[in-house]
């Protein structure tokens, strides 16, 4: 309750400030009845904390706005908001992401019964598997999007196809994050591909114009159409992917959301079958060997194969 008072102390005085009546410690100290310390600590932190441009007037004796269109946030952030937003800032791992996330946060937390930095020592994050990201990559490309402009990027493949390195130009189309990392989904030529940002070394924005936008909707069926990443491979036919995990497990793995459409069955012996759309991909494949010793894989058989000639070759690379 104490916050959100102060916090319409602090709406006041801007409004004061803003129609020029030249609000000081004293008029402050007396329209809540408060301490002038206390107004004075008030106007400090609205205009050092808050960075609202405030400038005092001698002549006037009080402050008046040298930008009018200053404001400060109007609406009051419950404990549970204030709560998803830690974790926000805990779940984005990209540099950029975070400073901009860090300063909306900073922003609009004074609005709240809670003090940010207390909710964050209650709050952690631990990402495994995230890609080490450039600086400036991610708001570069969200301003080609935007501004609805071509960009050429130097991607570099580290999968073992070095000539696929290099500049190229694309058209952005939608950013995406997941599983701790940023993509781009971008046209390339006459092809939709997605792209880690963290294989992304330089972006440069072009003035040519992206032309027709991709749908909305379009873009966000195709995300949940597949399982994981490869959401823009054309090269792999999509095929049912069928497995059944055994009963030791099975409970386990029933919580797990592999797909938005996956079907799950449960079956006489306690094991349960989960079938879902995907093409043939590293990361399927390692899902599935998060459970190798406890999944079967019923379709596609081609998957099984593939499965097989990995777990072979990693057998030669240990010796056996």
């Not at 960075?51 to 404990?79: I, Q, R």
């Not at 709240?112 to 600086?135: F, T």
């Not at 959401?231 to 999509?238: A, E, K």
Request: charged share 30%; proline share 4%.
């Amino acid at each position: 309750m104490a916050k959100k008072l102060t916090f319409t102390r602090y709406l006041w005085f801007i409004d004061q400030a803003r129609k020029q009546k030249h609000p000081n410690t004293r008029t402050l100290a007396e329209k809540y009845e408060i301490s002038p310390v206390q107004a004075q600590r008030d106007i400090e932190f609205i205009r050092d904390q808050l960075c609202a441009p405030l400038n005092y007037v001698a002549a006037k004796k009080g402050y008046e706005l040298t930008d009018h269109a200053f404001s400060l946030p109007s609406v009051w952030v419950e404990d549970e908001e204030l709560l998803l937003l830690a974790i926000a800032k805990e779940l984005i791992r990209d540099p950029d992401s975070r400073k901009i996330l860090d300063g909306f946060v900073h922003k609009i937390a004074i609005n709240s019964s809670q003090d940010l930095a207390e909710v964050e020592r209650y709050v952690s994050y631990k990402g495994m598997g995230s890609y080490r990201q450039r600086s400036g990559i991610l708001s570069q490309l969200l301003d080609a999007l935007l501004l609805q402009r071509k960009v050429e990027i130097l991607f570099m493949d580290y999968w073992g196809h070095p000539e696929k390195s290099g500049w190229r130009t694309i058209t952005p189309c939608h950013l995406l994050f997941y599983r701790t990392n940023w993509y781009v989904l971008a046209r390339d030529r006459d092809k939709l591909r997605t792209f880690t940002l963290a294989r992304i070394e330089q972006v440069r924005l072009l003035e040519e114009a992206a032309g027709a936008a991709m749908p909305v909707q379009e873009i966000r069926e195709l995300i949940d159409d597949k399982f994981g990443i490869f959401i823009t491979d054309t090269d792999n036919p999509v095929v049912q992917v069928k497995l059944r995990f055994l009963p030791e497990i099975a409970q386990f793995t029933g919580s797990v959301v592999f797909h938005p459409a996956q079907q799950v069955e449960e079956c006489a012996d306690g094991s349960l079958t989960v079938t879902f759309p995907s093409t043939i991909n590293r990361e399927l494949i390692g899902e599935v060997l998060r459970f190798a010793d406890q999944v079967e894989i019923l379709e596609p058989p081609e998957l099984k194969d593939e499965l097989r000639a990995i777990l072979r070759r990693g057998l030669i690379n240990l010796g056996s």
